[in-house]
């Protein structure tokens, strides 16, 4: 994995050790150099990986920008703001990864952090990549009670003859070799076997069409404190905000309308999905320390409140209420047949964005 020449071999980690994961599941993480994790690829004694190691160059295939609305908004809205200097580090870091594993690694079941969607490369080695469909949770689900205790059955299960799940969920398995991506919707929950050394790329992504499944999927991991996930980006905050904030430049004014609603009710009801705020550099002023709002998540949230007057959303959109939710009444998310359609298209009147207040320059 790594040249004796390389002076990446120095470089300081945090391993997942399998032997610690059985003993202290709370804290498995081993730190030792690069260098020495790759001599455990010829080692018996130890099974490790490398989670989330930085990809500096920010590696990815040419397509992802396709796929990924989220990052795409830092292009759309280049120089609209004056007062944002600073990307947070978590949001470019969210977007390109490595995975690095020795042989015979199991990752656990579980979903990607902050309702993400993950695409990943396989540079090396292979792959069997496991999707996990809880029974509970197909098309039909009727209303988030049904779901989140769907997803508490991952927490609780217990080894059977048939698996950690037993009957209750079923399984399609992905072998992915040198060469193939797989691109994976926001709260899809996975494992991963390993059978050989393996490099892979990977990164997080956001689309406008999959935003309903972000937002359960967020909503899912508030309640339940992160659970089921591995990892915790609380960079989503101010990239849903920009989102929002590029829709009146974006080439087209027509979004899915489950997933354009959920988007909007993330930014509106920001403490509902996370407990932690990002610190941002941007928001002390440098004169006199007040701090302020950014102009993009402040237009953002004026946004919301424009397209709720002009697009009649009822009130029920903007904030997830449990008791609500559990009875099936007004969560648009579960109306109809199939809760993971994005929702018939709907059009925002482009006469709109001129009546909302203009972006502070």
Known sequence: ????????????????DTLLRVENPSNPHKAMS????????????????????????????????????????????????????FIPIDML????????????????????????GTWTQVL????????????????????RRVYF?????????????????????????????????????????????????????????????????????RAYDFKTKKLLTNQEHVSIK???SMMVAALPSLPTSIHPRKSLFALLRMVRAPSHYQRKNLAEPDKEDETTQERR????????KTLCISLQKDMKIKDTVWHYFPKIATQNRGDFIFDGSNWQDPGEDVEIPRALFGRVPQRVA
């Not at 994995?1 to 997942?16: A, F, H, K």
């Not at 870091?93 to 993400?116: I, R, V």
């Not at 090396?124 to 209303?143: E, L």
């Open 238 to 240: 101010p990239l849903l």
């Open 293 to 300: 709002e950014l102009s993009d998540v402040e237009y953002a």
């Open 1 to 16: 994995m790594v040249s004796d020449r390389s002076t990446m071999g120095i470089v300081p980690t945090i391993t997942t």
């Open 124 to 143: 090396s080695g292979h792959k069997f990549w496991t999707f996990i469909r809880h029974k509970g949770i197909k098309k039909d689900c009727p209303d």
């Open 149 to 217: 205790e769907a997803y508490d059955n991952y927490a609780t299960a217990k080894f059977t003859d048939e698996g950690f799940y037993g009957r209750e969920s079923d399984r399609f398995v992905v072998h992915a070799a040198a060469g193939d991506v797989i691109i994976q919707p926001p709260g899809t929950t996975h494992e991963v076997y390993t059978p050989t050394p393996s490099v892979t790329l990977g990164g997080h992504y956001l689309t406008y069409g999959s935003m309903h499944l972000t937002e359960v999927s």
């Open 34 to 85: 690069l260098g020495d994790f790759c001599k455990g690829v010829e080692d018996d004694s130890r099974i490790q990986c490398v989670l989330d190691c930085p990809s500096t160059d920010r590696a990815k295939p040419s397509f992802i920008k396709y796929v990924d609305d989220g990052m795409s908004t830092l292009g759309v809205l280049h120089m609209e703001y004056s007062d944002r200097h």
């Open 93 to 116: 870091n969210s977007s390109s990864w490595y995975l690095l594993h020795q042989p015979l690694y199991h990752t656990y079941a579980h979903h990607d952090a902050d309702g993400y």
